[in-house]
Every structure is written in structure tokens, then in C-alpha cells.
């Protein structure tokens, strides 16, 4: 079984479009991300998930939009896309642990295979 | 703020030589520290990890222990092979935090 799973796995599309990738974890994690790898192998978070809410948004254009449904479900909606968007953008899931005074706690994270965007 | 370095690859060996990736991490608290590492075309997926100081984390064949005094996290294995060939990432995550920070990756590439 799959645990992080993503579509497409490629995505080759004109500058301007509009596009989206989803993302699906079945590990019961509570928490996700959005993460982009250039082609040098640099890997930089985008956007995090917690039950739902966006709990980190580094700096990423207004054009990058994510969606999260359930806790299950993180999507990545790129509007206007343009040449330099072009990257593999991957999916992870970790599972917090509440510790004292509320605070959670994240480790493992568990990737998806990637959705290479190409854009022309 | 909180970073990892690493060595610059890549790094090329021949099949049964010895492996050393450096790793580097600068801080707040106590972070936990992990190896992760990409084989072609795919997502990165955790090779190892260590929780606190002097842990040594391990994984088919790979070792790595926690120094805080140097604030280190060397990645080692003591006979790579040719399906080790990978791209390797160290990475980090403060204690009571959601956000790891992960070095630049170094592609590893040996030979028969």
C-alpha cells in the first residue's frame, strides 16, 4: 500500500496555466507539507498542515495555493504558472506527539514520489 | 536560526571503499537529527535518525551518532556499494517544532 501518494507524477504545461497537484496519505498523520526541490537537489518547505490549518506558509508567490479537505488530502493549486515554477514538488506527512503545555512535536517525515513540473 | 551544511558533492567512490558525509547543524534547543536519502526519481526516505546526544542511529549499514559538542551528525558506512548511489540530506527538527530544516544534499555515486 501506498502510503504518500501523488498526481500526476508528471505535469508538462504552457506558462499562464493553471494547474494542481493532489496529494493522499493513508498513515493517519495529522500533519503535511509541501515541499519544493529545484534542480540542484535544494529541497525548500512551502506550506504545512495540522488538522487542517496551515500552520506554516514560507514565502511562496500568492499563485501557490494549498487546499487541505480533510487530514488526509493536501492539494497545491498554481495559478499563472511560469517558467521558473518549474521543479518537483513533493508531498510529506509526519505525526505529531502532544507533549507538556500544548506544544506538538513532529519527526519522521514520509515523502511522497514527487510531481515533476515542467513549464514551457 | 536553525541550519544544516553538508558537504558538497558529489562524492564518488568505488564499490566497497569507505563512506564519510559531513554534517553540520546550528541550532535552538535540542533538535532531533536525521538522514534522509533520494534515490533517482524518487521522494526522500529516512535512512536514520537520533533523538539525543551521543545516540547513535543506524540503518543498512549506515551509522551516524549525535555530537552535541561539535553539533555534528556525520553520515558513515564502512563498504558502500553501487545501489547505495543516491542523494543524501541531513536534516533537523527543534524540539517542540513543526518545521525541519534540511541541508543541501550530497549525491553520492559509486562505481563497480
Known amino acids: 500500500d501506498t502510503a504518500v501518494s501523488q498526481t500526476p507524477k508528471y505535469l508538462v504545461t504552457q506558462m499562464g496555466n493553471d494547474k494542481s497537484i493532489k496529494c493522499e496519505q493513508n498513515l493517519g498523520h495529522d500533519t503535511m507539507y509541501w515541499y519544493k526541490q529545484d534542480s540542484k537537489k535544494f529541497l525548500k518547505i512551502m506550506f504545512s498542515y495540522n488538522n487542517k490549518e496551515l500552520i506554516i506558509n514560507e514565502t511562496v508567490p500568492n499563485r501557490f495555493s494549498p487546499k487541505s479537505p480533510d487530514k488526509a488530502h493536501l492539494n497545491l493549486h498554481i495559478n499563472s504558472l511560469e517558467l521558473g515554477d518549474s521543479a518537483v514538488y513533493f508531498c510529506?506527512?509526519?505525526?505529531?506527539?502532544?507533549?507538556?503545555?500544548?506544544?506538538?512535536?513532529?519527526?519522521?517525515?514520509?515523502f511522497g514520489p514527487g510531481t515533476r513540473l515542467l513549464v514551457l | 536560526g536553525n541550519s544544516v551544511t553538508q558537504m558538497e558533492g558529489p562524492v564518488t567512490l568505488s564499490e566497497e571503499a569507505f563512506l564519510t558525509i559531513n554534517c553540520t547543524y546550528t541550532a535552538t534547543g535540542y533538535p532531533s537529527l536525521f538522514w534522509y536519502v533520494q534515490y533517482p526519481g524518487e521522494g526522500l526516505q529516512l535512512l536514520l535518525k537520533a533523538t539525543k546526544a551521543d545516540d547513535k542511529g543506524s540503518n543498512k549499514g549506515f551509522e551516524a551518532t549525535y555530537r552535541k559538542e561539535t553539533t555534528s551528525f556525520h553520515l558513515e558506512k564502512g563498504s558502500v556499494q553501487v545501489s547505495d548511489s543516491a542523494v543524501y540530506f541531513c536534516?533537523?527538527?527543534?524540539?517542540?517544532?513543526?518545521?525541519?530544516?534540511f541541508g543541501r544534499g550530497t549525491s553520492l555515486i559509486v562505481h563497480p
Open positions: 510529506a506527512s509526519s505525526q505529531g506527539e502532544l507533549l507538556a503545555g500544548g506544544l506538538q512535536y513532529q519527526e519522521t517525515q514520509y
Open positions: 536534516a533537523l527538527v527543534p524540539g517542540g517544532s513543526y518545521i525541519p530544516t
